[in-house]
């Protein structure tokens, strides 16, 4: 069963997700053209960082970031071993879901055009191409999108998915996973 949840992104797990993930980055692109987030920026009070677990072992990390009236998605990665079983999608939704529950209506991303697999998921979940934003310059090497996001993604307009309470009191989401098969539980504050 895939579980999504907030983290710390100082976590030990966590940071060797991330040092995977800028290994990868700076084997694809020059340093000019990464645009990395230190851990203190990841868990800054603006920012939700989430990780996803199979069982108690992560498989995925993803963050936003609150930025004036639009979120920036950041940090999405999942190691090649994890990949194609739907976790970056299912990381996507709750970033998303997050965003819609603090009433912002655009979700924001740069990503490298070398990261054609990630291109194609955020092409398939809705992101469209546009040019730079906040502090971003123009870069050959960066594709920046956008996706104007719905007020009915709240959990309790989520289609198939339902919502409930844990005992606990912390929203629970049921979902399918990208398979089709039952089996995701995404845990929020």
Do not use: W
Not at 89 to 110: C, Q
Not at 153 to 173: I, V, Y
């Amino acid at each position: 069963m895939l579980t999504i949840k907030p983290v710390d992104p100082a976590r030990s797990e966590v940071i060797r997700l991330i040092e995977q993930l800028d290994e990868y980055q700076a084997s694809l692109y020059p340093p000019e053209s990464n645009h990395l987030d230190s851990i203190d920026e990841l868990a800054g009070s603006n920012a939700l960082f989430l990780a996803a677990y199979t069982g108690s072992e992560i498989c995925g990390i993803g963050s936003v970031k609150l930025v004036d009236d639009y979120g920036e998605i950041k940090r999405l990665y999942v190691p090649s071993d994890h990949r194609g079983q739907g976790i970056a999608a299912a990381i996507m939704r709750e970033l998303e879901n997050h965003l819609t529950d603090h009433a912002v209506r655009y979700a924001r991303l740069e990503t490298g055009i070398h990261q054609k697999e990630a291109i194609r998921l955020y092409e398939k979940l809705g992101y469209r191409r546009i040019g730079p934003f906040g502090e971003y310059k123009e870069d050959p090497l960066s594709i920046f999108m956008q996706k104007k996001l719905a007020s009915s993604q709240r959990p309790e307009n989520r289609g198939p998915s339902f919502a409930r309470r844990a005992s606990d009191g912390r929203q629970m989401t049921k979902i399918k996973n990208g398979k089709g098969a039952p089996g995701c539980q995404i845990r929020s504050k």
